[in-house]
């Protein structure tokens, strides 16, 4: 864990990076978002709501450009987040870049900003 | 003959770190070498001990036979303590028809070497009252099932009816011939407040234990209380005060029983008991300091010259050197004269000379394993004998004790450096030890673990060696682990052998002589296999390495059966997977729809669960005025994924019965409360599923709500297709979606056609890792646009088919075109 306090994740098939941009928590997601990738993903929303909740940031990205696939499983545990980051804190602003050539992440992603409408932005941007 | 083609001799012992233990081994393994004999020193525990432990242990003495052995010497001095006299003999007859000879224990019909306990003793007693006006004399025995300590006791209170002095029972103690219960038996002596103003123990350790007890409660020995042990051991020398006491004579006891083996198998009548001579060997803590030799004349007597003492009395000094020093007369050849000769040159001018020939002598001694500190000795009687003459060369007095000083400091030195030396390699061998026990411990299988065994034993300096294991619990059938030579790892033809061969037979082979250390290989109460490792490390590396190769060899075992188990549980996991994966199979299509039949509508639809089926759901109910359609997907897969699927399916189909007026978002919202109840609350899960429920009206009217996959409609009039984006939320993923759900609607023209579909089609990857996508099922739709559904829905499922090549994710397709009436 770095001082960001949350782990890099670095498998195979998934990545995730961490960066800090002022007072955002940037989170850079890649590969594959399948089964193998849940448990990193889990972990890493996790450590970032307790960065989040410690108000060491106040905002979070979640840039999902590189990656190839987002399923279910991984959408479940965003969705997980985002519903405890209203109902249970800090109910920060969130997010997510998406990219525009790539049809699959906004619709994929557009259920997150109907849960969480005022808190939830999908950006379209280059890849 | 032996295992090693030459004759071998078992030596059985009950343990090797004793001083005791290992001064006999290292006096039977010389004698043995010099007749060209081998020696396979078998160590388990001692006999008749009931602990669980030791009783598996001692299996390896059922392993002595003539299969590897020509003779058995058993050490009943030490093995007896517990099953006495009856247990040894049930033991020595055991190996009929090998000759046995029992040491330290006379056994009847069995011919023994046994030392004279009783006199020993008894002159020790007798000492410390003449000598020292003792009469208050305390005796810690060891277990007084011990033959020999009962020999020792008897001769203590012999000594004290040969004096007249009564002795007093309340100063006898027992313990198990151990420093530990030394120290018990001392303590408790001086808790019971009876005065005592002597100890003496029954062997060194004990008396050892007992000193320390006196140094610490500020107790002075010799002025105090005098204290006296039994065998000499090599601690006595060095201890503070040294320890006076009686010494066993052990290289004659060596000696002795390999030529009572070697007389029987040459079928030579033996003797059936002999006793050897006890010396008492005067130090501080009897307050004699260093006994001083023969005396060879009581007054003192004019002579010319040195040399005329030495041609007048060679023969005497050299018997009283000898008698100073404890080993065998051949192991240092005839030291005293060359020592003599050195003397009468040194006084012949050639100055140096005798300290020359002294040190020479000191070296050869270290090698052989002699006790340095008993030369001071020498030059005590040296010294002692010289000083009775007087001589006409007066200058050769002062010139004497120069010579005398010059070697007490060459003995000191060489006494100093053997014993850095021997802490050195204490500290190298204690380190090898860990190594080799973390290397061992963290071997988990018996591959790595015979790898391991020859990396570790080379650092021990253990050239010879072999590990095998019980082919079964209770087998008498051992498997070869690892053979080990100086040249490398031993090929051997048959790896598989009797337990009573103990190793190959080529590990005991070769030109000369070789001495092995034969242990169990046990954990607890199992025996796991028998160790043959070469003689001649220190015993410590022996018993650590026993029970270092004993916890590895059942470390490596229980982690074989572990993985075996993970094995079966993983297998058994699996086969419940796929059993629940059948099974949501079976839930997954036995609640699809069998007939898609609704008016105006061309229906057709295809479900594929995959090997983990998830939880596709779709479902067609026709109603009074049109029907009901609807799509999901339950996140996650196997049985629980399709028991949500089942749940979801079954509350709409109720409600799209019950009620006609029911609106999409209405049924969404509802699925959407009761599943966050139901699976939330109630199965404690997590689960949520994409919902996308349509309400068909007639005339090609469709309201839905809910939030799926995209739908796609193929226009007919354009020939191309539109994306309607599902609206709302998952249901079950928060606790209600009512304020994401809305209605919308679609319309679809005479011949339009809408394609609902789950992301098992969409996501479906290739070899590549592409996704099919939603534009290639979009081209396919378009490509067959017009066609019956059923058609169209072919040529997905066969393109999609032909995409992916394994099918990851349930994949799910409802096509419906508007035909009217």
């Known amino acids: 864990m770095d001082m960001l306090s949350i782990d890099e994740v670095n498998v195979e098939s998934f990545q995730i990076k961490a960066a800090a941009e002022g007072e955002r928590l940037n989170l850079r997601l890649s590969g594959t978002g399948d089964m193998v990738a849940v448990a990193h993903l889990k972990r890493c929303l996790e450590q970032a709501r307790a960065s989040l909740k410690s108000r060491i940031f106040t905002q979070l990205l979640v840039d999902i450009r590189a990656l190839y696939l987002l399923n279910s499983s991984c959408i479940k545990t965003m969705v997980h987040f985002i519903y405890l980051n209203l109902e249970e804190g800090p109910g920060v602003p969130i997010e997510f870049v998406v990219d525009e050539k790539v049809t699959w992440q906004p619709r994929a992603l557009a259920a997150l900003k109907r849960l969480a409408p005022k808190h939830v932005t999908i950006t379209s941007k280059a890849g | 003959m032996g295992a090693a083609g030459r004759k071998t001799i078992a030596l059985l012992f009950d343990r090797l770190s004793s001083e005791y233990a290992a001064h006999l081994r290292r006096s039977i393994e010389r004698a043995a070498s010099q007749k060209g004999v081998s020696v396979l020193s078998v160590v388990g525990q001692l006999l008749g001990d009931v602990d669980a432990s030791a009783v598996t242990q001692n299996q390896i003495y059922e392993l002595v036979s003539p299969a590897c052995v020509d003779g058995v010497v058993v050490v009943s001095a030490t093995m007896g303590h517990y099953c006495g006299q009856e247990g040894l003999l049930a033991l020595c007859r055991g190996y009929a028809p090998l000759p046995v000879c029992s040491v330290g224990v006379a056994i009847p019909g069995i011919p023994s070497l046994v030392i004279d306990n009783h006199m020993g003793m008894r002159t020790g007693v007798e000492h410390l009252m003449t000598e020292h006006a003792c009469s208050r004399i305390a005796f810690i025995g060891g277990q007084k099932e011990s033959i020999e300590s009962n020999h020792r006791l008897a001769g203590y209170l012999a000594a004290h009816e040969q004096l007249g002095i009564s002795a007093d029972p309340r100063l006898v103690r027992h313990g198990d011939f151990t420093v530990k219960t030394g120290i018990l038996a001392m303590r408790d002596l001086l808790k019971s407040g009876v005065p005592f103003d002597a100890v003496v123990a029954a062997n060194d350790d004990m008396a050892l234990g007992a000193l320390d007890v006196l140094s610490d409660a500020g107790i002075s020995v010799p002025r105090d209380v ?255 682990l690892v053979a080990c030579t100086e040249s490398g790892q031993l090929a051997v033809a048959q790896d598989k052998f009797d337990h009573h061969q103990m190793a190959p037979r080529a590990l005991f082979e070769g030109e000369r002589p070789r001495h092995f250390v034969v242990m169990p290989i046990s954990f607890e109460t199992e025996m796991l296999g028998v160790g043959v490792f070469e003689s001649g490390t220190m015993p410590t590396v022996y018993e650590t390495l026993r029970q270092q190769v004993g916890s590895a060899v059942k470390g490596a075992i229980l982690h074989r059966e572990m993985v075996a188990q993970v094995t079966i549980r993983e297998r058994l996991e699996k086969e419940r997977i796929a059993g629940e994966a059948r099974l949501a199979a079976e839930i997954q299509t036995s609640v699809q729809p069998a007939v898609l039949d609704v008016a105006e509508l061309d229906l057709a639809a295809w479900s594929e669960p995959a090997a983990e089926a998830g939880g596709d759901y779709y479902d067609v109910l026709p109603a009074r005025e049109g029907a009901w359609l609807a799509i999901g997907d339950v996140t996650g897969h196997g049985l629980a994924s399709g028991l949500v699927m089942l749940m979801i399916q079954s509350m709409i189909a109720g409600l799209a019965r019950q009620d006609c007026q029911l609106t999409p978002s209405a049924v969404v919202s509802a699925v959407g409360d009761a599943l966050w109840d139901n699976v939330r609350r109630r199965l404690k899960r997590d689960d949520h599923a994409t919902l996308t429920v349509l309400k068909y009206h007639k005339n090609g009217r469709f309201t839905f709500a809910g939030a799926h996959e995209d739908i796609i409609v193929w226009r007919k009039n354009t020939g191309k297709c539109e994306v309607v984006s599902t609206t709302g939320f998952w249901v079950g993923a928060v606790p209600s979606v009512r304020r994401m759900t809305q209605d919308a609607e679609i319309i679809l023209e005479l011949g339009d056609t809408l394609v609902l579909h789950t992301d098992g089609i969409t996501e479906a990857r290739n070899a590549r890792q592409e996704q099919f996508s939603e534009e290639r099922l979009v081209a396919i739709i378009e490509s067959k646009g017009g066609l019956a559904s059923h058609l169209i829905r072919d040529a997905i499922t066969e393109t999609v088919r032909g995409w992916t090549a394994s099918v990851d994710d349930d994949m799910t397709l409802l096509v419906v075109t508007y035909v009217g009436g």
């Open chain 2, 226 to 480: 005098i204290v006296l042990g039994f065998d000499d051991i090599n601690s006595a020398h060095f201890t503070r005060p040294s320890l006076s006491t009686l010494r066993q004579p052990m290289w004659w006891l060596g000696e002795r029983a390999v030529d009572l083996i070697l007389d029987q198998i040459a079928g030579r009548n033996v003797p059936e008991l002999q006793a050897g001579p006890v010396d008492l060997v005067r130090r501080e803590s009897c307050g004699c300091g260093y006994q001083v030799g023969v005396t060879l004349h009581p007054q003192q007597k004019d002579l010319g010259s040195v040399r005329d003492v030495i041609a007048l009395y060679r023969e005497p000094l050299t018997e009283a050197m000898r008698a100073a020093v404890a080993v065998p007369k051949d192991t240092l050849g005839n030291w005293p004269s060359q020592l003599l000769d050195a003397l009468d040159q040194e006084f012949s001018g050639s100055e140096g000379r005798f300290s020359e020939a002294f040190e020479e002598i000191l070296e050869r001694a270290q090698r052989e394993g002699a006790s340095l500190d008993e030369f001071q000795r020498v030059v005590s009687v040296l010294r002692s004998e010289f000083r009775r003459f007087r001589l006409e060369k007066k200058d050769e007095d002062r010139y004497m004790d120069r010579v005398w000083h010059n070697a007490r400091v060459l003995v000191g030195a060489a006494s100093i450096r053997l014993l850095g030396r021997q802490k050195l390699e204490q500290q190298e061998v204690s380190q090898w030890l860990s190594w080799v026990g973390e290397r061992l411990a963290t071997s988990l299988s018996l591959s790595l673990l015979r790898e391991q065994l020859v990396g570790s034993l080379a650092k021990l300096q253990i050239e010879r060696c072999a590990v095998s294991l019980y082919t079964a619990p209770a087998s008498k059938e051992l498997k070869l």
